[in-house]
């Protein structure tokens, strides 16, 4: 079977949301019955994501396979409603280091290793072995950064080469762009895009299809310009708009002809549209867009300055409002200003406490678990949530005042929290934490076995910490009790505490297992709960 190929690349500037169109488009063509997945590429030295700052580059996604990855990978699961694995996210270090290592084993038989043919040709490779591998009819590409960056040029190249060596009947490259809307005019400009194209071409790629960020519908005159300037045909540029949520984006998409053009250039006829698809997949759009008293939730955490530090929760307190027909607003709270301002709290329908690492602002978290159990308000805490939900229960009810995780205060007399054992003379901090699935046993008769309606779960883990089972005793006579364990009862997963209204910890992260019309069932629970509240 020859795989078509469909490369994003963007220009500008980052954040147009290039992933929000290869997802779009990625969609549209599942919709169409088509076999398609995702790859993100993304050209920082960084192996993987997994020691990136989220302030700066925005939240980890780990994957199934325990990979840690680019957001964009959360984004195509969403979409897709599949599980993407780790080898879809491809960076320069990845290629390099494989490079390195042929070249270490005399692989390259004496030549001198370039950029190309070797890095090139190990980018093709990556890719190309995807879409065997999985069988795929179309494999949609998405080449992070802006077109120009030093960085980005050996992919580029590499997908070039892919159009001559594949034909351009299989291969459609899709260019992301800006035209902006200046207040004092009022005209959408489209300077940005012609410089973008220009570079782009440069290089030796001449996008197929444009999809044209924009703040409004993209007016005629405006498209009649880039196409004139770019060597894109008119019914070629799409106008990628403002709206309310970014699942509306594949409907604006199609409504603009992407599905025909796509299959046109392909010369795949007779492709199937099926209005089922559609159908259902409208109804879970239309479903996160509900009106009334929304659900007021606080979002307790430490990389608050920026949404993309917990878009996964975001999304997934979402999903869940969406199945019981509310709508939701979150408020981002600093947890290292929250000290003195815990009474705050009080004026919200639940608490959630995300992931996180390190000392800052813990202290605040302990507060803000105590003040929940205290007041009696939902409260879900997820991984560095979990955990410290458990110290503040050690500290306020066990009257262990000096209790606390051995990552925070390493000589703590009451180490409620510590070390995974096989972590114990780890050095390296990428890629050496507990990642992705594991099963986990959930105990009969509790209210996690109630939330989940099964004995056995399997969910995604990035930690490095986890409850120390010698408290165990001591935690279910003071009232909070653990209702899930993995590896064979050594590792404690989940914790509750049966008298409260919904007070519940996880130490894995739920919100990446969550997904449009499929809420995850412990924020579907927490949102419950907090809706009632």
């Known amino acids: ?26 969609k549209l063509l599942q919709l169409s019955d088509q076999k398609v997945s995702c790859i993100k590429i993304d050209p920082y030295l960084n192996y993987d994501a997994g020691t990136m700052n989220p302030i700066a580059h925005g939240e980890v996604f780990v994957t199934d396979d325990g990979g840690e990855c680019d957001m964009d990978i959360g984004n195509y699961e969403r979409f897709l409603n599949q599980d993407i694995p780790k080898s879809h996210n491809i960076t320069t270090a990845q290629i390099y280091s494989s490079v390195i290592e042929s070249e270490r084993k005399g692989e390259y038989l004496g030549a001198c290793v370039q950029i190309i043919p070797h890095v090139t040709d190990a980018i093709k490779n990556r890719i190309k072995k995807i879409a ?25 190249e590499a997908l070039r080469q892919i159009r001559v060596e594949e034909g351009s009947e299989n291969v459609i490259f899709v260019h992301v ?13 489209t300077k940005p895009t012609q ?32 196409s004139m300037f770019t060597n894109v045909t008119n019914n070629d540029v799409f106008s990628c708009h403002d709206v309310d949520s970014i699942f509306q984006v594949p409907e604006i998409l199609y409504d603009q002809g992407l599905v025909d053009v796509i299959f046109k250039k392909f010369n795949k006829m007779g492709y199937v549209n099926a209005s089922q698809n559609w159908d259902t997949w409208n109804k879970i759009v239309n479903s996160l867009h509900n009106e009334g008293d929304p659900i007021n939730i606080a979002m307790v955490g430490k990389y608050v300055t920026l949404a993309d530090s917990y878009v996964s929760v975001n999304h997934a307190l979402k999903h ?10 979150i408020d981002w709270i600093d947890s290292e200003n929250i000290n003195g301002n815990v009474d705050t709290l009080s004026k919200y329908n639940g608490i959630l406490v995300p992931g996180g690492f390190g000392t800052r602002g813990s202290e605040g978290i302990i507060k803000t678990a105590n003040f929940a159990r205290e007041q009696n308000i939902p409260y879900l805490g997820i991984c560095f949530g979990f955990q410290l939900a458990a110290v503040s229960f050690a500290r306020n009810v066990c009257s262990h005042t000096d209790a606390n995780s051995t990552e925070i205060e390493q000589n703590t007399n009451n180490p409620i929290i510590d070390l995974l054992p096989e972590q114990d003379g780890i050095t390296d901090m990428g890629g050496s934490l507990r990642l992705g699935a594991n099963e986990i046993n959930v105990k009969p008769d509790t209210i996690a076995n109630k939330i989940y309606g099964q004995d056995k779960i399997s969910k995604r883990h990035r930690h490095r910490y986890e409850f120390n089972t010698k408290y165990l005793e001591e935690f279910a006579q003071k009232g909070m009790i653990f209702s ?47 809706n009632q509240n």
């Not at 290039?18 to 488009?25: L, Q």
């Not at 299809?209 to 703040?215: A, I, M, Q, T």
């Open 132 to 156: 065997a591998d999985e069988e795929l009819e179309i494999l949609v590409v998405e080449c992070g950064g802006t077109v120009g960056d030093i960085e980005s040029l050996p992919f580029l």
């Open 1 to 26: 079977m020859q795989t078509k190929f469909i490369f994003v690349t963007g220009g500008v500037m980052s954040g147009l949301g290039k992933g929000v169109v290869s997802s779009s488009i990625c």
């Open 484 to 530: 899930g364990e993995s590896d064979e009862g050594r590792r404690m997963e989940i914790l509750e505490i049966p008298s409260h209204k919904f007070f519940v910890g996880v130490q894995f992260h739920p919100e990446f297992n969550s997904r449009p019309g499929y809420p995850e069932h412990v924020f579907k629970a927490f949102t419950t709960a907090a």
């Open 177 to 189: 762009t800006l035209a902006p809307s200046l207040d004092v005019v009022g005209e959408q400009k």
């Open 195 to 226: 410089h973008s194209v220009q570079e782009l071409r440069r290089i030796g790629i001449q996008p197929d299809l444009l999809c044209v960020r924009c703040s409004m519908p993209l007016q005629d005159k405006t498209r009649n310009k880039i």
């Open 320 to 329: 869940a409002a969406a199945s019981i027909g509310k709508k939701i607003t």
